[in-house]
């Protein structure tokens, strides 16, 4: 069975995740068959198929509900770009500007960006909401959202739903199913090479988006859709694939493999438990989520870590430690001795 490289002192896959032995082994090949002159696009293809039927196993919707890409913005972007002139937009205060900045830049034609308290999220929603967007966890401080509530109170009011699930696949169960489109990069918690993105709609948004990146790859046939003037798109949501980055796909597949042998229940119940421990360590209050954050505003926290040999992260005047498949018990003890000085 594949495993993860040695991840001690390592807690920042809410940044970048790490590599299995597989994924080194597969992109390792795929570069001496570049460096040969043997690489093979319908290869990559394959890759490509295997890659989105493995992204919807773990978020539970069918393949051909699943586009794929390479950044959660560019995805967001087709979303914007189908809302009507003059739609509202509510996102929470803070969130990743990933799925805040792309309405945003629609201000010229009217598009308004409401930004609420996230704890309000799903009470802020009126009938002038066309769209509803959020992370399922906060890429700032960790935090679950409860994302049941959000979609219950959008449907409520008609509005729509966009649910990015970069910080949840890979360490947290999720369903992409409830929501209208949901984007996810994989080079977080999936442990993906960055490139591979993933973008899953329902069968209305299928009906309502439209495929304003199209490409050579959206078309129904691939490889007969190299050149104008006709275009004829896939009927499902491959018309919303964009050329794939090649080289970052054989291991975002070994890690896709990987992450579909684990139980993610129990990848969560381990780092939101190692956390805990970590709390307990410092005398903070319990957050029982696998990102545990506190306080740093000067960056000395971030800083001690750092000459320690152990990485973090510091987002938003606060030091992010993400716990993974990787870390155990001695992490937490190490991450205690620095923060207590």
Known sequence: MDSYVDGHGYLAACTAGLPTHGTLAAMRADLDEWGRGASDPARYGALVEEGRAR???????????????????????VVAAALPDGAEVVVPDGDFSSIV??????????????????????????????????SAV?????????????????????????????????????????????????????????????????????GWLRPVQAGWYAGADVW??????DM??????????VSPA?????????????????????????????????????????????????????GAGLAALTAAGITASGRAGRLRLAFHHWNDDSDVDAVARVLAR
């Open 55 to 77: 992204f919807a196993t773990l978020v539970g919707v069918p393949a051909d509900r699943v586009a794929t890409g390479s950044q959660t913005s560019a995805m967001t972007a």
């Open 101 to 134: 900045f792309p309405f945003l830049a629609q201000a010229h034609r009217g598009i308004r960006v409401r930004s609420v308290p996230l704890a309000t999220l799903s009470t802020a929603l009126t009938s002038d909401a066309a769209l509803v967007a959020w």
């Open 138 to 206: 906060q890429s700032a401080t960790g935090e679950v959202v409860d994302s049941a509530a959000v979609v219950a109170a959008a449907r409520a009011v008609g509005a729509r739903t966009l649910c990015d699930l970069t910080q949840a696949a890979g360490v947290l169960p999720v369903a992409a199913a409830p929501f209208d489109v949901t984007v996810t990069h994989a080079y977080k918690w999936l442990c993906a090479p960055r490139g591979v993105a993933f973008m899953t709609m329902s069968d209305d948004a299928l």
């Open 224 to 229: 007969s859709s190299c050149y104008g003037p």
């Open 232 to 241: 004829r798109l896939a009927d499902d949501a491959r018309r919303f694939d």
């Open 246 to 298: 090649w080289q970052a796909w054989p291991g975002a597949v070994a890690a896709l493999r990987h992450v579909g042998s684990l139980d993610m229940a129990s990848v969560w119940r381990h780092g939101a438990g190692l956390a805990d421990r970590l709390a307990d360590a410092l005398g903070a209050v319990r957050q029982s989520q696998a990102v545990m954050t506190v306080p740093d505003p000067s």
